[in-house]
């Protein structure tokens, strides 16, 4: 079973920065779809950002200029940079995994981020 762990979450003022890390125990991880998703109260779960195997990344409107992912894929470990944050980035974030031959996907536990205005 792939264990997700994320970590980076925590509480910070509009117009600042945060770093989400991910850590993944799959072995495939280096040819593994990765996407970060966050979840506001009382919301959906939203796609935020994706990245594949070949460093091709996607982003959500809301925050494409803002966020950037990346991975690394010696460490198994999947980061998004948060800059420039609103009020309205405040959700918990979830990184996920999907496996490149049995298309599962698998969850991380979350990070709470909380943006201050």
């Known amino acids: 079973q792939v264990q997700l762990v994320e970590s980076g979450g925590g509480l910070v003022q509009a117009g600042g920065s945060l770093r989400l890390s991910c850590v993944a125990s799959?072995?495939?991880?280096?040819?593994?779809?990765l996407d970060w998703y966050r979840q506001a109260p009382g919301k959906q779960r939203d796609l935020v950002a994706s990245?594949?195997?070949?460093?091709?990344?996607t982003y959500a409107d809301s925050v494409k200029g803002r966020f950037t992912i990346s991975r690394d894929n010696a460490k198994k470990t999947v980061y998004l940079q948060m800059n420039s944050l609103k009020p309205e980035d405040t959700a918990v974030y979830y990184c996920s995994l999907t496996n490149f031959f049995s298309g599962l996907r698998s969850w991380g536990q979350g990070t709470h981020v909380t943006v201050s205005s």
């Open positions: 990245i594949n195997s070949g460093g091709g990344t």
């Open positions: 799959e072995r495939t991880f280096s040819i593994s779809a």
